[in-house]
T-cell receptor, first 116, second 115 residues
């Protein structure tokens, strides 16, 4: 069974600084998808970034980028120029490369605080 | 991105009553939808996978008679919490994925409070 581990229950960063959230996973599959979701106080789950395992290039979305290390089964999220609106719970998630009916496996989450 | 609508956002009910939560995909069809439960400061726990036109698949430990799921169309899945009790109070979230994409989009969630 796949597992996703986020070893940092809480992180904090100063506004405008950079922070990296860690995520490791375990799978025997070679093709899969990885995601970072953000859950602000409103509790709406928002997709931040996704990575296809077959792509070597790390995904980037504006201030958000990932460091995907397939051999190490590591998928960290880097947030640059942190903003107050980035404060949220961040979940790393894994999904097999099957149809859209495939389930997501979530990590435990990292609560990010952004200090002004 | 695709939009998933979930209703109601907050419901308060008396113990012993049933509550229905709706999850709609507004701009795409979803043969599969997912229902999660989330306790405060914890991750999402998958309760069941809702399949259009067939029975839902429940995760181990989830009572199918307590949490009834109906997925009657390609855009609507409902979760009914039957004979609700205070321990059922929680945050329930649905998600769906367009068949052409590999991303799940989430509803805004429903906060259930059982008195």
């Amino acid at each position: 069974a796949q597992t996703v581990t986020q070893s940092q229950p809480e992180m904090s960063v100063q506004e405008a600084e950079t922070v990296t959230l860690s995520c490791t996973y375990d799978t025997s599959e070679s093709d899969y998808y990885l995601f970072w979701y953000k859950q602000p106080p409103s509790r709406q789950m928002i997709l931040v970034i996704r990575q296809e395992a077959y792509k070597q290039q790390n995904a980037t979305e504006n201030r958000f980028s990932v460091n995907f290390q397939k051999a190490a089964k590591s998928f960290s999220l880097k947030i640059s120029d942190s903003q107050l609106g980035d404060a949220a719970m961040y979940f790393c998630a894994y999904r097999p490369q099957e149809t859209s009916g495939s389930r997501l496996t979530f990590g435990e989450g990292t609560q990010l605080t952004v200090n002004p | 991105g695709a939009v998933v609508s979930q209703h109601p956002s907050w419901v308060i009910c008396k113990s012993g009553t049933s509550v229905k939560i709706e999850c709609r995909s507004l701009d795409f069809q979803a043969t599969t939808m997912f229902w999660y439960r989330q306790f405060p400061k914890q991750s999402l726990m998958l309760m069941a996978t809702s399949n259009e036109g067939s029975k839902a698949t429940y995760e181990q430990g989830v009572e199918k008679d307590k949490f009834l799921i109906n997925h009657a169309s390609l855009t609507l899945s409902t979760l009914t919490v039957t004979s609700a009790h205070p321990e059922d109070s929680s945050f329930y979230i649905c998600s769906a994925s367009p068949s052409s994409m590999n991303v799940q989009y989430f509803g805004a969630g429903t906060r259930l409070s059982v008195l």
